[in-house]
């Protein structure tokens, strides 16, 4: 088991900064990747970032060129910093984990809300 934590999060302007950080605990070694995804009101879910524990990253092309990803494998912990944001940023973050052996681990989920 993988026991996800977030922070951050909250109500900013338009064009404004966030930052949302997650910390892993349990069955850490196994983790592949951890990233972040987010489910605006009446919508899926989406993948926003990704981080592999090689350091490599992924990004959502609607995020590409004003958030990153970044993290620490030691402390078992993924930020996401978050610029210019726009009123389509709104939504719950969720930090994600994935696993060896398969399978995926999610936070509990923080509010983001951009308001114009």
């Known amino acids: 088991q993988v026991q996800l934590v977030e922070s951050g999060g909250g109500l900013v302007q338009a064009g404004g900064s966030l930052r949302l950080s997650c910390a892993a605990s349990?069955?850490?070694?196994?983790?592949?990747?951890m990233g972040w995804f987010r489910q605006a009101p009446g919508k899926q879910r989406e993948l926003v970032a990704i981080r592999r524990t090689d350091t490599s990253t992924l990004y959502a092309d609607s995020v590409k060129g004003r958030f990153t990803i970044f993290g620490d494998n030691a402390k078992n912990t993924v930020s996401l910093q978050m610029s210019s944001l726009e009123p389509e940023d709104t939504g719950v973050y969720y930090c994600?984990?994935?696993?060896?052996?398969?399978?995926?681990?999610w936070g509990q989920g923080t509010q983001v809300t951009v308001s114009s």
């Open positions: 349990g069955s850490t070694y196994r983790i592949n990747a």
């Open positions: 994600n984990a994935d696993v060896r052996g398969g399978g995926f681990y």
